[in-house]
């Protein structure tokens, strides 16, 4: 028998299910936009889990929070603007919070339930709101981006959950295109871009679009996240017409920014030598997806 196991099945991934032996439900509720479950697992600590994908567990939400955020920001010297799509958990908050030359971070979240249910079951995550540098918008970031002013951010990242339902548009051009207009020159955007393994034509439609919007570098990375469907997790970066970005040496790197100030809760996944390795590609990841 299964016992208590939870299994995902998705049609982004059909053929396959995954599953994390249950504890104890912690919490199970509805919003607006989404069903939000959050549980003790056996084995990866507490889940948060919407409309049945896992969007993070305790254990390996450092590798994709650490990767999604000092991608970008170690690619350019001192950030100072930023904003963040989606990241109701407030991980990715937790991270850029690490760097000292970060004058303002704003985020555009549109369920506002997911932040509240961060707070209470995720402390370590939503301590990234506690930052004073951080302003939370509430609303579709689509919308949010419509209205900023041009040239304002020095980067964007998009943590945003897979493209069903609201943040379908985030992976479609009309979007990249205000984003692109919202940062200045030779600013950085970092996307989650799915799986190699499952999505690859997904992937290469965001690199497309990108490839047209951006005009300064763009590149995919990916990392090892265990409890995310096939157990990796990639990153589209690009860089805007501007100061040239070398996404692959990073100018900027984390050893420096984190010596500068001591945190509660070290690093655990990202470093300058996983920075670059991310960037190597298997062979064909690299033909189907042309990203070189
Ligand atoms: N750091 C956790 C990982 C996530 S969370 C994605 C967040 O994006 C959710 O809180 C969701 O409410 C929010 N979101 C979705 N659409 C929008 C939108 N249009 N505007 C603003 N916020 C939005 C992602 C995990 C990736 C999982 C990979 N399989």
Request: proline share 6%; aromatic share 10%.
């Amino acid at each position: 028998g299964t016992g208590n196991l939870l299994y995902y099945n998705n049609p982004m991934w059909p053929g396959e299910a995954h599953s994390l032996k249950v504890e104890k439900i912690l919490y199970r509720g509805t919003s607006e936009y989404q069903e939000i479950l959050v549980f003790e697992s056996s084995t990866y600590g507490k889940v948060l889990v919407l409309d049945g994908i896992v969007q993070l567990t305790e254990k390996d939400e450092c590798a994709y929070q650490e990767m999604i955020a000092h991608l970008p920001l170690c690619s350019i010297p001192s950030p100072k603007t930023v904003l963040v799509v989606g990241g109701g958990d407030g991980g990715v908050l937790r991270e850029i919070s690490r760097h000292r030359s970060v004058e303002h971070i704003d985020i555009c979240e549109i369920d506002k339930m997911v932040i509240d249910v961060s707070k209470k079951f995720f402390p370590d995550l939503s301590v990234g709101f506690e930052d004073p540098r951080v302003q939370l918008h509430i609303g579709d970031a689509a919308e949010f981006l419509r209205r900023a002013s041009q040239g304002m951010y020095d980067a964007i990242i998009v943590d945003s959950s897979d493209p069903v339902g609201p943040s379908q548009e985030l992976v479609e051009k009309p979007f990249f295109e205000t984003a692109a207009r919202a940062l200045r020159p030779g600013g950085v955007l970092c996307s989650m871009a799915e799986s190699m393994w499952l999505h690859t034509h997904l992937i290469q439609d965001m690199i497309s679009i990108c490839r047209e919007t951006f005009k300064g570098s763009v590149r995919y990375a990916w990392a090892s996240v265990p409890t995310y469907p096939s157990g990796v997790i990639g990153f589209l970066v690009c860089s805007t017409a501007g100061p040239p970005v070398d996404f692959l040496n990073p100018i900027n790197p984390i050893e420096k920014v984190e010596g500068a100030i001591k945190f509660r809760r070290e690093i655990r996944f990202y470093n300058s030598e996983i920075h670059s390795a991310a960037f190597a590609l298997p062979s064909f990841v690299r033909r189907e997806v042309s990203v070189l």
